[in-house]
């Protein structure tokens, strides 16, 4: 490794105040309390929300963030939009915006848009006035420091740039935990006094230990990896609920015994609708996209698989669902219990229940969508993304609360498996449905012995009843 002086750091700037930029940035400011932190954003909207004093309109929703942010924010936190100032006077930026997959062009469909990353590197090289390290913190393809660098380091000026691979594995809806307690920090880096700053800063509250030190590509393309292998069990699992449920096998008895195995591990075997969130997909589709530029097709196909059974699981379920609704849903009333992708957070980015709603609307139903942390202008806009009339739309509806939703339904389908479905009396509440009435339990949130076969319908994903 290379060495360099650098100032001591006391100013950090990070661009991107989304669910990766301010939980992380809020717990480095919550554990360093010299460190003098900024977040910036363009989106003056969710900047607004993240200096509101109402603290339950913050932009992005964790169980333990608000009260970090009541701690921090307006001491050593602070939420910008002034991006040049951000930059200027910081002496270690984070980049955390966010990497989609590209929507035209080469690689459409597969490549990550580093558009955004583009831009961030370009203000930190017009707007950084000294030696300055560049962290990258979204998730990136493998080589992308590459691209900072070249970006960075092209100009006359007297100023260096060490450009680290910082990779996030927080979990929305445990991020504050997550970021407390990781299970690793990786820091990938060439020049050793720059990556030992940004250790120095993790070293306050994590154990020297679980901070990994690794070249840059190594821990770009750790991230990828991490998420591919996590995408890869739930798939996995997922078909063998299917099997299960023609078979009479039990998922959950299946899942422990494979899980008690400590090669394979009980983490990530939980079967349901099909792994949802901003990242598992963009991620697999970026490595198969690295895999095909490389010239490695297999290696491609073999990611593609993940997806291909991800979608899979979601139609499935759909086609469940209509089947024992005699083959069609028109001018049924379907109630969907949870809409956010996964529970504790309300985040609706590639939620199976998406494609799931969205099935169940071709086929002429109309849905009565409760989720106690989404709201419904975010339901409309996944499910009608161009229309803008929503109120005239009689096929959707916002239920405010469960029995809302559950009223004269036909069926309800469980999607996310927030806590408060799992204590529900389903035999009180099937005297409000339609007869024959369904429950379909797509997260195994109900208990089999809770229901009186008598009185409502039960499908469980995985099980044969
Ligand atoms: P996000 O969309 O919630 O937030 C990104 C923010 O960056 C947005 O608010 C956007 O306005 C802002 N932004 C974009 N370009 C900008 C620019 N040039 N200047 C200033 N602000 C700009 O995204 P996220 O979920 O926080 O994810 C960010 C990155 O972290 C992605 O690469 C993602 O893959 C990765 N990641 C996400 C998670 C997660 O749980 N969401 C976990 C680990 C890693
Ligand atoms: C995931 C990873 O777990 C994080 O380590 C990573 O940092 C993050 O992606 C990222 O890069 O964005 P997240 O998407 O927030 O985190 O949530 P997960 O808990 O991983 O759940 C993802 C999806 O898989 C959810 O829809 C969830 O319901 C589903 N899932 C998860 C299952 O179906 N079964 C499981 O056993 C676990």
Redesign the pocket.
Known sequence: MKKDNFFKINKICCIGAGYVGGPTMAVIAKMCRDLEITIVDLDKNKIDLWNSEKLDELPVFEPGLCEIINECRGKNLSFSTNIKEAIESSQMIFIAVNTPTKESGIGAGEASDLGYVESCARDISLYAKDNTIVIEKS?IPVKTADIINKILNCSSSDRKFHILSNP??????SAIQDLLKPNRVLIGGDNEKAVDGLANIYNRWIDNKKIIKTNVWSAELS?LT??AF?AQ??SS?NTISAICEKTGANINEVSKSIGLDKRIGK??????P???????KK?ILNLIYISKFYGLPEVAEYWEKVLDINNWQKKRISRIVVNNLFGTLKNKKIAILGFA??AE?NDTRE??AIDICKDLLEEGAYLSIYDPKVDFEKISQELLPNENLINDNMNILSAKTIAMAVDDADAVIILT?WDEFKDICWNDFSEIMRKPSWLFDCRDVIQLNSIDKGKINLWKCGYSI
């Open positions: 998730t996030e594995f927080l979990s929305e809806g991230k991490s998420n996590l069990r739930i699992i983490y990530f075997l939980q079967h349901g099909g792994f949802g969130g901003s990242c598992f991620d992708f996964k957070t939620s199976s498996e």
